[in-house]
Structure formats: structure tokens, C-alpha cells
């Protein structure tokens, strides 16, 4: 099992920027690709951007595409998810998940809440 424990989240006002981190443990040495997903209210999870676990390849949703970036810590076993040019639409709370060696994403973090004023 991996467990996930997600921080960083907050309000922040549209245009700005905000970090959120995923700190992995457990069976770390499973995970092939870890990657964020949303909720907004009302709205189903979306994929968000994912990495592979040795961090050589990166995938973005349209809407993360030029604005979100995503970093690999190895000595934290983490990752990071850098969101620039908040708009309202980002708001909703962003779920970190691993995926084991059968790519699919069945470990989630507890999700933390983004809100983006307009």
C-alpha cells in the first residue's frame, strides 16, 4: 500500500499562484506515475497533470497545459504541483494519487481544497 498525504492548499485570488506537495510512503518502490486530479462543485474528478515516477515524462490536461507544472522530489519521495495564473475555475479540492505497476491510479490522498476569488 502507498499512502499519500497531500498540503499547500488554500484561497488565493485569481492570477496567482499557488503550490500544492504530495508526500508518498509505503510501498514507494511500486509506484510507476503519480498525478493530480480535481473535483470542482458539482463536477465529476477530472485528471489534472501526471508524471512518471522517474519523472522522464510529464502529461497535462488541456487546462493545466502552459499554467500547472509538476516536479518530482526523490528525497522526499514527492511531488509538487505549481499552479500559476489561477483562474476561478480551478477551484475545487485536488486529489493526489499513485499509480502501481500496472499504471492505473488506485492510491488517493485525502484531497485538499483549492479556491480561486474572482
Known amino acids: 500500500q502507498v499512502q499519500l498525504v497531500e498540503s499547500g492548499g488554500g484561497l488565493v485570488q485569481a492570477g496567482g499562484s499557488l503550490r500544492l506537495s504530495c508526500a508518498a510512503s509505503g510501498r514507494t518502490f511500486s509506484i510507476s506515475q503519480m498525478g493530480w486530479f480535481r473535483q470542482a462543485p458539482g463536477k465529476e474528478r477530472e485528471f489534472v497533470i501526471r508524471i512518471t515516477w522517474c519523472g522522464d515524462s510529464i502529461f497535462y490536461a488541456d487546462a493545466a497545459k502552459g499554467r500547472f507544472t509538476i516536479a518530482k522530489d526523490n528525497a522526499k519521495n514527492a511531488v509538487t504541483l505549481q499552479m500559476n495564473s489561477l483562474k476561478a475555475e480551478d477551484t475545487g479540492v485536488y486529489y493526489c494519487?499513485?499509480?502501481?505497476?500496472?499504471?492505473?491510479?488506485?492510491?488517493w490522498g485525502q484531497g485538499i481544497r483549492v479556491t480561486v476569488s474572482s
Open positions: 494519487a499513485a499509480a502501481g505497476s500496472d499504471w492505473a491510479f488506485s492510491s
